[in-house]
Nanobody, 120 residues
Framework: QVQLVESGGGLVQAGGSLRLSCAASGRIFSINTMGWYRQAPGKQRELVAVFTSAGDTNYANSVKGRFTISRDNAKNTVSLQMNSLKPEDTAVYYC??????????????WGQGTQVTVSS
C-alpha cells in the first residue's frame, strides 16, 4: 500500500503565497507521475500542476506564471509553491501519484486533500 500525506494549505489574502507539500511512502518501486489537482465547491476536480513520466511539467493555464511545482525524487516528495493567489484559487487541493509498486502494478493514489482559501 502507498500513502500520500499532504501538508500546507490554509487561509491567505489575495496576492499572498502558500506552499503545499506531499510525501509518498509505502511499497514504492517507482513513481511515474506526481502532482496536484484541486476541486472547488460545485466544480469538477481539475489538474493544477503535474510532473509527467518524462519528467516534464504541465500546468493549468489559470496558474501558469504564479504556481511552481517541484519534486525530490530521492524523498518521493512534490511541492507546489503558490504565489499571487486569487480568490478563484480557493479549493481543496489533492496530491496524486501514479505509482509502480514492487509487484510491478501501476496504481493511482490520492492524498486526503488540503483546503486552500483565498480571501478577497
Amino acid at each position: 500500500q502507498v500513502q500520500l500525506v499532504e501538508s500546507g494549505g490554509g487561509l491567505v489574502q489575495a496576492g499572498g503565497s502558500l506552499r503545499l507539500s506531499c510525501a509518498a511512502s509505502g511499497r514504492i518501486f517507482s513513481i511515474n507521475t506526481m502532482g496536484w489537482y484541486r476541486q472547488a465547491p460545485g466544480k469538477q476536480r481539475e489538474l493544477v500542476a503535474v510532473f509527467t513520466s518524462a519528467g516534464d511539467t504541465n500546468y493549468a493555464n489559470s496558474v501558469k506564471g504564479r504556481f511552481t511545482i517541484s519534486r525530490d525524487n530521492a524523498k518521493n516528495t512534490v511541492s507546489l509553491q503558490m504565489n499571487s493567489l486569487k480568490p478563484e484559487d480557493t479549493a481543496v487541493y489533492y496530491c496524486a501519484a501514479e505509482v509502480r509498486d514492487w509487484a510491478y502494478r501501476t496504481v493511482d493514489y490520492w492524498g486526503q486533500g488540503t483546503q486552500v482559501t483565498v480571501s478577497s
